[in-house]
């Protein structure tokens, strides 16, 4: 695709339902990065995927926090167990490492817990 | 692991006065990127430095990296209230990762 696609752009959930977040890359990126942003708040680092190496997962502030990546394409983050600190907007980004790396982001996900 | 700090975490600013902001790294960097997100949108690239002492311009901005390539600026000649929102730095690592910096949230007073 064009840009980095994450869907959905807005979800609401319930305190303790699983939510399922996707990204789909821009084809052939081979590095995958997971951020959470709250509100007025920088970057926090989740995960990231390079190629087939073992993804850096050490970020991920839980056990209820997961990602995987298949295929070295479309990535979904599962957040388990959902607590109101869990809202906040889910970012996605990748790059071709090794040739122009710099990181396109997709538009987020906004995850509310209530 | 490698961390990226970047101050200050605020700057409030008259429009027409400057404004910096800095990044530092634990490791050495293959090369330091910074990226603007407007307020309700997503960080976009603004520009990627990679030699040692290297500074760059875009119109008002002005960036550096560092002689040991551990830091960087990045500069903001008389602001705008265009140019409100949060830059990040993001630090490549040898071995591809790219680290953000906490971001520095600009706010222009007219």
């Known amino acids: 695709g064009a840009g980095v696609s994450q869907s959905p752009s807005n979800k609401v959930t319930e305190k303790g339902k699983d939510v399922e977040l996707r990204c789909d890359p821009i084809?052939?990126?081979?590095?995958l990065y997971w951020y959470r942003q709250s509100l007025g708040q920088g970057l926090e680092f989740l995960i990231y995927f390079q190629g087939n190496s073992a993804p850096d997962k050490s970020g991920l502030p839980s056990d209820r926090f997961s990602a995987e990546r298949t295929g070295g394409s479309v990535s979904t983050l599962t957040i388990q167990r959902t607590q109101q600190e869990d809202s906040a907007v889910y970012l996605c980004?990748?790059?071709?490492?090794?040739?122009?790396?710099?990181?396109?982001f997709g538009q987020g996900t906004r995850l509310t817990v209530v | 692991g490698q961390q990226v700090m970047q101050i200050p975490q605020y700057q409030h600013v008259q429009e027409g006065e400057d404004f910096t902001t800095y990044c530092n790294s634990s490791?050495?960097?293959?090369?330091i990127q910074w990226y603007k997100q407007r307020p309700g949108g997503h960080p976009v690239f603004l520009i990627q430095?990679?030699?040692?002492?290297e500074v760059k311009k875009q119109k008002r901005l002005t960036f550096q990296f560092g002689e040991a390539k551990k830091n960087s600026s990045l500069h903001i000649t008389a602001t705008q209230t265009t140019d409100v929102g949060t830059y990040f730095c993001a630090g490549l690592t040898s071995y591809g990762k790219l680290t953000f910096g906490q971001g520095t949230i600009l706010t222009v007073h007219p």
């Open positions: 430095l990679v030699k040692s002492g």
């Open positions: 490791t050495t960097l293959s090369n």
């Open positions: 980004a990748s790059s071709l490492m090794g040739q122009g790396p710099e990181a396109f």
């Open positions: 084809s052939g990126h081979t590095a």
